[in-house]
Nanobody
Framework: QVQLVESGGGLVQDGGSLRLSCAVS????????MGWFRQAPGKERESVAA????????YYADSVKGRFTISRDNAKNRVYLQMNSLKPEDTAVYYC??????????????WGQGTQVTVSS
């Protein structure tokens, strides 16, 4: 059974930083693309960032380019999202996602349970 467990969410002030982590178990992590999505109240879930395997090509939503960085550690079966210069509009539940293949765009096969990120103004 594949499990994705996010951590690192919390409350941060406008302009602050957070690092989200997603631990993956139950599959060969390094063969698949990974990504982060977010869903704010009353809005649809949207893709934030994604990373392929093995070349670690990346994708970023325009709203986070230059502020967020996605990375992966295949030895630790983890994917990270470093979020800098956070804004109140970044407030959302952030979900880790595992792809059905190694390439982008990400076709999601599995979801994590989500972690709340709140940015106060």
């Amino acid at each position: 059974q594949v499990q994705l467990v996010e951590s690192g969410g919390g409350l941060v002030q406008d302009g602050g930083s957070l690092r989200l982590s997603c631990a993956v178990s139950g599959r060969t992590f390094s063969w698949f693309a990974m990504g982060w999505f977010r869903q704010a109240p009353g809005k649809e879930r949207e893709s934030v960032a994604a990373i392929s395997w093995p070349n670690s090509n990346t994708y970023y939503a325009d709203s986070v380019k230059g502020r967020f960085t996605i990375s992966r550690d295949n030895a630790k079966n983890r994917v990270y999202l470093q979020m800098n210069s956070l804004k109140p509009e970044d407030t959302a539940v952030y979900y880790c996602a595992a792809g059905a293949s190694s390439s982008l765009p990400l076709s999601v096969a599995y979801w994590g349970q989500g972690t709340q990120v709140t940015v106060s103004s």
